[in-house]
């Protein structure tokens, strides 16, 4: 079992940064495949980035509409994944989620690879 707790996420201006995190509770945080979604109001969940293990390898994964101004990392000492958001616009306001998944088959941008879900933090970007 793990447990996902994000933080990070407020009001931001456009062209600004924001970073957010998701500490994972468990001794077995490296063995998990991270990716960071986010929905809006009225809108699906849509992936946002990944950052997933193959072999002994970590693999990072960007939607296109974020791909050159967030970052997806990790800290497996800390049981921490990051988000760093820099230049945000306003379509980029929704809520964060973390997600956590086992080892398992399915695309990265598929909220079914993972099994394990943080609560969310909203972000706002004004213009």
């Known amino acids: 079992q793990v447990q996902l707790v994000e933080s990070g996420g407020g009001l931001v201006q456009a062209g600004g940064s924001l970073r957010l995190s998701c500490a994972a509770s468990?001794?077995?945080?490296?063995?998990?495949?991270m990716g960071w979604f986010r929905q809006a109001p009225g809108k699906e969940r849509e992936f946002v980035a990944a950052?997933?293990?193959?072999?002994?390898?970590?693999?990072?994964f960007y939607a296109d509409s974020v791909k050159g101004r967030f970052t997806i990392s990790r800290d497996n000492a800390k049981n921490t994944v990051y988000l760093q958001m820099n230049s945000p616009k306003p379509e980029d306001t929704a809520v964060y989620y973390c997600?956590?998944?086992?080892?398992?088959?399915?695309?990265?941008?598929?909220?079914?690879?993972?099994?394990?879900w943080g609560q969310g933090t909203q972000v706002t970007v004004s213009s």
């Open positions: 997600a956590a998944g086992g080892p398992g088959s399915g695309p990265y941008y598929l909220p079914t690879r993972y099994d394990y």
């Open positions: 950052i997933n293990l193959s072999g002994s390898a970590y693999y990072v």
């Open positions: 468990g001794r077995t945080f490296s063995r998990y495949s």
